[in-house]
């Protein structure tokens, strides 16, 4: 069966077919094509298969229909199209000091799939598509909205308000809690109004953290905004948590504390 692996951009996808880098680091045969359906009639038209088709988890996240589209048409193709999660993606670059990008990331995903096969490793089927009346996505929608409205009807500062005086006094945290977890006057408003809204709308961490998009993977959303762009990146020239020499790591693990503390909390805004 023949590899072949595509890193998806969200407006096209880069297609590597030999993991094949050259001494500075570089994916030597990457190549771009429009979308995976364009990759899909390429490949009906070709006599080398059978083919096995790799790509990151997240593919075409934004587009329900879209996605559904691409595991249905695959499989009635017969080709065999599986995934891995970014993060290993990100791990495999960073292991061997080979810059981002989609021509090296797309490299990266044959290599990491290469290996699994090798060795006997599973890759991930697919998760198909999940509809406008599934559960998950319905609770996702109400969440959003709650935060939403906490924008713009600015109640979102009497919340965090509110929050605050519930919570343990900002200058008795740790060092790190407070990188983690600190703002301009104490706890930040962007992170603690998120963590809070986000967990009374779940029933446990592991939900939490789906909801939050607490990793690569997570989908986009205004909470994964609130605690990634505005909470981690800060903006372009710095950020208060990745210059204090935090690491994600350490940042997600007081993310979880700071859940645990509000989960049970009842606090009106």
């Known amino acids: ?23 500075d680091g570089q994916a030597r045969n990457t ?3 429009g979308t995976q359906f364009d990759l899909l009639d390429e490949l ?12 990151e988890a997240p593919f075409e996240s934004y587009a329900v229909d879209r996605r559904q589209r691409t595991i249905d048409e695959y ?16 791990w495999w670059r960073i292991e061997r000091e080979i810059e981002k990008g989609n021509e090296n990331d797309a490299a990266a995903i044959f290599n990491i799939a290469k290996h699994a096969l090798d060795h006997g490793h599973l890759l991930h089927v697919p998760a198909p598509a999940l509809t406008e009346d599934d559960p998950w996505v319905q609770l996702r929608k109400r969440a959003e909205r709650e935060l939403m409205v906490l924008r713009r009807s600015g109640r979102k500062e009497l ?18 809690q407070q990188r983690a ?13 998120a963590v809070y809204v986000a967990a009374r709308h779940t029933t446990d961490i592991r939900q939490w953290e789906r909801l939050m998009g607490l990793y690569s993977s997570g989908k986009p959303s205004l909470f994964r905004s609130d605690i990634f762009h505005h909470g981690w990146q800060g903006n372009k020239n710095a950020s208060r948590r990745r210059d204090s020499g ?18 049970d909390l009842e606090v009106v805004a």
């Not at 023949?2 to 890193?7: E, N, R, V, Y």
């Not at 499989?75 to 990100?90: K, M, S, V, W, Y």
């Not at 935090?246 to 989960?263: A, C, D, H, P």
């Open 44 to 55: 009906r038209q070709r006599d080398d298969g059978p083919f096995l088709v790799v790509c």
């Open 246 to 263: 935090l690491t994600l790591s350490q940042y997600r693990r007081n993310l979880r504390w700071l859940y645990r503390q509000v989960k």
């Open 181 to 193: 977890l600190g703002g301009s006057g104490g706890y930040s408003k962007a992170i603690l109004p």
């Open 31 to 33: 190549r771009r094509l």
């Open 159 to 176: 919340l965090w308000k509110g929050l605050v005086q519930e919570l343990p006094k900002f200058k008795e945290l740790t060092s790190e």
């Open 75 to 90: 499989a009635e193709a017969g080709f065999d199209l599986r995934t891995i999660n970014p993060r290993q993606t990100a």
């Open 1 to 23: 069966m023949k590899l072949i692996a595509f890193d998806w951009d969200g407006k096209s996808i880069w297609v590597n077919e030999d993991g094949l880098f050259d001494e």
